[in-house]
């Protein structure tokens, strides 16, 4: 029987499958990948018919795929239940500063197809280089492709205003009206997210973080924040500003100047720019002629000024960790950025400054570790973004369950890309 009418006699058969338990399944195996029928009765709660029920379904539908996983107590392989990752796509964005990239992911973050575009620092920033980054890696699906894409995924630096407008002081982004230029271009719902979150969210669900319910990301590059995962959700503050450490002093005294029109803030000390500013201004360098792994190579050569411009970034860090690890008693703390490239250098520095300021107590279980999802992990917490908020609306519920073939339609007002050089 064709799948759409299995679809229907089945909705005719079990007219009361909840979305509620769809919902609930669908979350539990999006974080745990693969799990026995028992495993997803005990975990989301639902009787044994409503989770049957439920499970029939998403098979009929084709989210689901039949797999196998190993019972524990027995050894055995008993029948288990995954997302068909390629049920469907979603467009993620990582609007990282001086690069923009674009991935277009399965429902489980892998990336299926990918462009980036470089934009230099401090160069004005034009959502319709967003449009067109879409167009690239969405021009080749054919209809019943497009038809399977759900939703859009951004992760962006900076704070957004009310009406969808993007600013990043850092970058020089002023009011970029990106939300509205996407809502022209494309049929699908976009959902936005800072940078600080759709990192936490990538670590949580693929990274160091899987399983923690408590975590902070501290990312540093050419601005500094923290994502902040407090009991499985993360935090936002009241106006959605949590985790600007970057604007907060950790070295008293310190005159370094930063964009925000404050000095002494920890971004103006161990970002990226300003570990090359720093370098620069001892050492008499041009620094438009160094980039950061520039400085870090000289470091890693025994240059005493680079090693002890690091030094001062990752005391700096040690002390705002410190206090961070106090104040949330997280399981595990992820450093990101470029702060990666430099472990070797800084990682030892920011432990013993740890370790220096902070109740033994407050360290028992924490961990201090780098991130290893590299360079995709905003595009991998977009999707997530995208995934996460496709099971909060019935809509896009069905959508994402309808058969493929009744999914195809209606996108052809997507406009077609602008030729763009390949790089
Ligand atoms: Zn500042």
């Not at 360098?285 to 030094?311: C, K, M, P, T």
Request: net charge positive.
């Amino acid at each position: 029987m064709p799948t759409a009418e299995r679809m229907a006699s089945r909705r005719k058969r079990s007219p009361k499958i909840a979305n509620q338990w769809l919902r609930q399944i669908l979350r539990l195996l999006y974080r745990r990948r693969s799990l026995s029928r028992i495993g997803i009765v005990e975990t989301t709660g639902l009787n044994a018919a409503s989770a049957s029920h439920a499970l029939r379904y998403l098979l009929d539908c084709g989210v689901l795929l039949r797999s196998a996983d190993r019972c524990r107590l027995t050894g055995r392989h008993r029948e288990a239940f995954t997302v068909n990752a390629e049920a469907g796509h979603f467009v993620a964005l990582d609007l990282e500063g001086d690069r923009l990239r674009f991935g277009l992911t399965n429902l489980l973050g892998d990336i299926r197809c990918r462009w980036e575009e470089c934009l230099g620092l401090g160069q004005p920033f034009a959502a319709e280089k967003v449009v067109e980054g879409i167009g690239r890696v969405t021009r080749d699906l054919d209809p019943t492709q497009l038809g399977r894409v759900l939703a859009v995924g951004v992760s962006y630096p900076g704070l957004l205003d009310a009406e969808g407008r993007l600013s990043a002081v850092n970058l020089g982004w002023t009011k970029v009206p990106l939300l509205a230029a996407l809502k022209q271009a494309f049929p699908w719902p976009v959902f936005l997210e800072r940078d600080k979150e759709t990192c936490i969210h990538a670590e949580n669900w693929l990274g160091a973080a899987h399983d923690c319910r408590n975590a902070l990301f501290l990312i540093a590059e050419g601005g500094i924040g923290m994502g902040i995962l407090e009991g499985g959700e993360h935090l936002l503050g009241a106006r959605g500003f949590s985790g600007e450490i970057g604007h907060c002093k950790f070295i008293p005294g310190a005159e370094d100047l930063c964009n925000c029109g404050q000095k002494g803030c920890l971004e103006a000390i161990a970002s990226s720019p300003n570990i090359v500013r720093q370098y620069a201004e001892r050492t008499g360098a041009a620094s438009a002629e160094l980039r950061f792994v520039d400085v870090l190579e000289r470091a890693r050569g025994g240059d005493a000024i680079a090693l002890a411009v690091f030094e001062r970034a990752g005391r700096a860090i040690g002390s705002a960790l410190s206090t961070a690890i106090s104040l949330f008693d997280p399981e595990i703390v992820i450093l990101g950025g470029d702060l990666i490239l430099a472990e070797d250098i800084v990682l030892p520095i920011i432990w013993d400054q740890i370790r220096l300021l902070t109740r033994p107590r407050s360290l028992e279980v924490v961990q201090v570790v780098v991130s290893r999802l590299g360079l995709d992990i905003r595009l991998k917490g977009a999707a997530s973004l995208a995934f996460r908020n496709v099971l909060e609306a019935p809509e896009l519920m069905q959508r994402l369950c309808a058969p493929a073939r009744d999914a195809a339609p209606a996108l052809d007002r997507r406009p077609r890309p602008r030729a763009m050089k390949e790089r």
